[in-house]
Each structure stands twice: as structure tokens, then as C-alpha cells.
């Protein structure tokens, strides 16, 4: 969208950050990052990559919008600006579209409001009010997201049927000694393989009756989906492939539920696409 406005971008794994250094431009203007990224749950180091954008004079934008404040505070690992959806975990009710920026330059903020006042980019009273109700309650419901997904990724990783699993609480995964650092909790979001074609997939999303089919994330209710066919079909079969992003990947979003019912839920799941 912003191409036809002549913004460039340059895409890349934010993992080793000489590979950002190297990939700066001399019209580079903003280093914009997502960790946990979406839906690979890669974890990035926010501190070094917000060294490398200082040194360059420019600020770096993370969106934490699966840590969200409670789990991760970018801003004090030397982040310029913060972007949150709304509409997920914030929100937490699955009832509100929006977003909301956040920043320590006085600067930017100034730039920001004017922008929101001139242009319009605001939400409704009523949304806002939905948002901050669910800000009271977003510190324990984190609590119960990671406490559930913990176990529920443990199960995943020991389940005959299940090829890898990508959640930055596992030992297995490649950035956990990052997440403890940086992350007060791993998340509530959970990617894994399931072994099979894309007909087992499907089989097993439709098989399932407490996880609701659904793109979002972060609300109340568990949600699964199915990253290729879904939240990421715009991008070509070349592109998906070269992420990772395989006809095998779901994605969870770890609800409030009983962990017990969620558990017999997936298994549910798991058998139907055996049977698929």
C-alpha cells in the first residue's frame, strides 16, 4: 500500500543484528520490527537492534502486540515507538478494531497528536471505553495465557502428530534465552506443524469445538488458524515457503478456558486429521 506513495522496504530476519546494520540505507528512515513475530514466533533482541538504529539516527517501531505491555516493554530497551493492536489482547473481548502508538520522544508524540487531530486516525468514545475495560483486567488475564499455553505447548511438543512447535517458552526454541531476558512470560500464541498435507489441516480445524476458526488473537475466547490459507494467503506460495509457512503451520491463540477442555479439544482435532 505505502509503495504507491513511493516508501520502499527492506524485508529481513531481524535475528542477527549486523544483518540490519547492513541492510541500512542512506534514505532509510524507520526500522520497524515485531517480536514475537507473527506467526513464526521468532523472538528479536530489542536492545542491540535499537543500538543499531540510534547509531544510524533513526528511531526503531516495535509492535508488541503479542507481548503486550504487561510481558514486554520495548520503550525501556531503548525503543522509539511502541505499536499495539487493540483489537487483540488489550482489548481482550474480541469486540473492538483499532490500534494505538506509543512513545518516549516529545517530539514524535507532538507529530502524532497533529496527526490524529488534522487527519482523523482515532477511535470512537465507546471504543476507547471497551479498550479501557479491558485494560483492568489485562494483567491477570495474561497470567492465565501463559499459564496455559506453557502447558498446553509442552503437550504439543511430546504429541506424536506434532512435527515442531514454536513457542518462546520452550527450551527448544531458538530465541527462549532472549525471551527470559527481555519478556517478563513467553505469550499466549503457539504455532506448530502438524504432520500431514494440507487436507489434514483442514480436517483438524474443522474438528475442533472450543477453539473457534478465526484470524484473531488475544481475546477471552481460544482461536486457531491456519496461517497459508488464512492471515498470510496474500503472500505468494514461494514467499510462505521461504518463511516457513507450510500447508502443516497453525496457529493458536491460548484462551481462558480450562486447559483440560482445550487439551481434549486439539486431541479431537488430531483425530479427525488422522483420519483425514
Request: with cysteine; charged share 20%.
Amino acid at each position: 500500500m505505502l509503495a504507491q506513495f513511493g516508501v520502499e522496504a527492506t524485508f529481513l530476519d531481524m535475528s542477527d543484528p549486523a544483518r540490519v546494520r547492513a541492510a541500512m540505507r542512506p534514505s532509510t528512515r524507520l526500522v520497524w520490527m515485531e517480536t514475537p513475530s507473527n506467526p513464526m514466533l521468532k523472538v528479536f533482541d530489542v536492545a542491540a537492534i535499537a543500538e543499531v538504529a540510534r547509531s544510524h539516527g533513526i528511531p526503531l517501531a516495535v509492535d508488541s502486540t503479542f507481548a503486550t505491555p504487561v510481558l514486554q516493554q520495548p520503550l525501556a530497551l531503548g525503543a522509539t515507538l511502541v505499536v499495539h493492536s487493540t483489537t487483540k489482547y488489550l482489548n481482550g473481548h474480541s469486540d473492538v478494531v483499532g490500534g494505538a502508538v506509543m512513545t518516549s520522544d516529545d517530539a514524535l508524540a507532538d507529530k502524532l497528536h497533529f496527526l490524529q487531530k488534522s487527519v482523523g486516525g482515532v477511535p470512537s468514545p465507546f471504543d476507547c471505553y471497551l479498550v479501557l475495560r479491558g485494560l483492568k483486567t489485562l494483567g491477570v488475564r495474561m497470567r492465565r495465557h501463559v499459564e496455559s499455553a506453557r502447558g498446553i505447548a509442552e503437550w504439543l511438543a511430546r504429541h506424536p502428530r506434532v512435527g515442531r512447535v514454536r513457542y518462546p517458552g520452550l527450551v527448544s526454541h531458538e530465541g527462549h534465552a532472549l525471551a527470559e531476558r527481555q519478556m517478563s512470560g513467553p505469550g499466549g500464541m503457539i504455532s506448530f506443524e502438524l504432520s500431514g498435507s494440507l487436507a489434514q489441516a483442514s480436517a483438524f480445524l474443522r474438528a475442533l469445538r472450543i477453539f473457534a476458526c478465526a484470524e484473531s488473537l488475544g481475546g477471552v475466547e481460544s482461536l486457531a488458524e491456519h496461517p497459508a490459507i488464512m492471515t498470510h494467503a496474500s503472500m505468494s506460495a514461494e514467499v510462505r515457503r521461504s518463511l516457513g509457512i507450510g500447508d502443516g503451520l497453525l496457529r493458536l491463540s491460548i484462551g481462558l478456558e480450562d486447559p483440560g477442555d482445550l487439551l481434549a479439544d486439539l486431541e479431537r482435532g488430531f483425530a479427525a486429521a488422522g483420519r483425514a
